[in-house]
């Protein structure tokens, strides 16, 4: 599914980008470009940077905790390997 139809940035994308450390909105953008033109997919962004990427989440997790006890990571675009 394409997240961002301006950018043509895909959920696959997206879910990289916060494995590789992305855990915000903003970081996502920063690292894939998604949501820095008109707007409309940043919720569509926050909900796919908010859903556990399993079932189960890891220890340690983000999404496992309150977001505002999240500690937010920003990642270089250069460092992201997406497909």
Do not use: Q, Y
Not at 13 to 38: D, F, K, N, P, Y
Not at 55 to 83: F, Q, Y
């Amino acid at each position: 599914m394409i997240a961002c139809i301006c950018k043509s940035i895909s959920d696959h994308a997206v879910r990289a980008a916060r494995a590789a450390g992305a855990l915000t909105a903003e970081a996502i953008a920063a690292a894939t470009g998604a949501g820095t033109a008109c707007g409309c997919c940043r919720d569509a962004i926050a909900t796919l940077v908010a859903a556990p990427c399993k079932a189960e989440p890891c220890p340690g997790c983000p999404n496992r905790t309150a977001a505002s006890e999240a500690v937010p990571h920003r990642i270089a675009a250069d460092r992201l390997d997406t497909p």
